[in-house]
């Protein structure tokens, strides 16, 4: 069943945001992780381990039967699902500002769908902007298992 989309769009500015803490956000879309997909992060990344890109010898050996996402991958969509669930408007840059705590706690096969969802733990103001950090959780199609648990920072500069 698919769930009502209501933050995405919705207008925050910065001095509103701390009202969301303690706020769980929809969920994000489900992003495919298609094999074209860990080949180019290989490729970026320079981890070429068989477990992501050799198909055929993960379906014979790998306990997983078929090649998995790096957890890099995993993490690395974190900001474009997390700007999916929460638009902070009025604002002329946002940035990573770092993560607190990140765990893989599952893999995400090739060909499944991952999403994010996420709840606003803290909004401060800082110097030109606002801090906000959430606690997040990828879930993918293929398991019942989180694939990620992380805790991003990301800074809204005005």
Not at 71 to 76: D, E, F, M, R
Not at 104 to 124: D, N, Q
Not at 125 to 132: N, P
Not at 135 to 150: F, G, N, Q, R
Request: aromatic share 8%; net charge neutral.
């Amino acid at each position: 069943m698919e769930r009502s989309r209501k933050n995405q769009g919705v207008s925050y500015v910065p001095s509103t945001v701390e009202s969301l803490v303690g706020t769980t956000l929809d969920p994000s879309d489900w992003f495919e992780i298609t094999q074209g997909r860990i080949a180019t992060f290989a490729d970026a990344t320079d981890d070429h381990q068989w477990i992501h890109i050799d198909p055929e010898r993960a379906r014979k050996k790998s306990p997983f039967r078929r090649t998995i996402a790096h957890g890099y991958l995993t993490l690395s969509l974190l900001s474009v699902m997390f700007a999916q669930v929460l638009e902070v408007q009025g604002t002329s840059l946002a940035v990573n500002y770092g993560l607190n705590k990140v765990r893989f706690p599952a893999p995400v096969p090739a060909g499944s769908k991952v999403r994010l969802e996420a709840e606003i733990i803290s909004a401060e103001d800082i110097s030109g902007g606002v801090q906000i950090v959430s606690a997040v959780t990828v879930e993918c199609s293929a398991t019942d298992k989180p694939v990620c648990v992380a805790e991003p920072l990301f800074r809204y500069y005005r």
